[in-house]
């Protein structure tokens, strides 16, 4: 499957849809719809959720919440003065509209449409972030809906977590199929690939993203999804026992024998100041 096409014409080889709602500057509120039900993850805007369901004449069935963030949940209100449906998020995050809070290692299903996901604690961004795993089936390849954690070569600045528990939570999804395509919550592309090639420079895959990734934005299109497998080859965060990542953070430290966490905290903060 081509992630981009999918993202860009919400065609799936499932019977589910994925589209990226774009809402503010950079944000994407994903919807899942069977073509009549849908879901919408992190909807921080009512207005582009609300157009896209009427478009396509879609019944919001749930909706999914990723973390505590105004620009994921600033919608949510709203759309239930519409639709009564449930709000599943995160359990130990403060959000007053979450009716259905759950923690990393549960799994539950949507009846329409049709879905089962597993949830996956991610603490760093915010300390009760959670992902949803979406496996294959349905919605054709398996997809992962990451909030603030995993960008496309990059990651979430730690507003509330430690470096240990980002990279802890960054280890767990890179365990995932390497088919799934991740689905972020913002078009950061293009500057973290800027930032990944400073660390990064010789890395022909991150060259080659970034030759492609700069010619869908050129096109108006999206970068994401991206795949699990491009993330493992290309992002700095999830290489941080890479030669060449190693040895730009310890050369960015002025410190030798950097241990893997250490690699990623350096690469953090350095990613924090780079411009």
């Known amino acids: 499957m081509d992630a981009h096409a999918d993202a860009v014409t919400g065609q799936s080889t499932g019977t589910l849809t ?3 709602v774009p809402a503010f500057q950079d944000n994407y509120l994903w919807v899942i719809d069977n073509g009549k039900d849908a879901v919408a993850v992190d909807p921080g805007d009512a207005a582009p959720v609300l157009a896209y369901l009427d478009a396509r004449r879609l019944t919001l069935r749930a909706i999914l919440i990723t973390h505590k963030h105004a620009d994921h949940i600033g919608g949510v209100d709203a759309l239930l003065t519409r639709f009564d ?8 995050e403060p959000i007053a509209c979450v009716d259905h809070p759950h923690e990393g290692g549960e799994t539950f299903t949507i009846d329409a449409p049709a879905m089962t996901l597993k949830v996956i604690d991610v603490p760093g961004h915010t300390l009760g ?4 795993f979406l496996g294959e089936g349905a919605a054709g390849a398996p997809r992962l809906f990451c909030g603030d954690t995993l960008f496309s070569c990059g990651c979430g600045r730690l507003f509330e977590g430690t470096p240990a528990q980002m990279l802890a939570s960054l280890d767990k999804l890179s365990a995932l199929p390497p088919t799934s395509l991740v689905h972020c919550a913002h078009e950061y592309t293009l500057s973290n690939i800027r930032f990944a090639l400073a660390v990064d420079p010789d890395n022909q ?3 080659n993203w970034h ?3 700069t010619a869908l934005r050129a096109a108006g299109q999206p970068t994401l999804p991206t795949t699990l497998a491009q993330e493992l080859a290309t992002n700095p965060f999830l290489r941080s026992d890479a030669p060449a990542v190693v040895a730009s953070a310890e050369d960015h430290a ?3 024998s950097l ?8 690469v953090r903060g350095w990613k924090d100041t780079f411009r």
């Open 18 to 20: 994925v589209f990226p």
């Open 85 to 92: 449906v449930p709000v599943h998020g995160p359990a130990h």
């Open 129 to 132: 972030h959670i992902a949803y």
């Open 205 to 207: 895959a991150l060259v």
């Open 211 to 213: 030759d492609k990734a």
């Open 254 to 256: 002025g410190r030798t």
């Open 259 to 266: 241990s893997r966490e250490a690699v990623f905290a350096t």
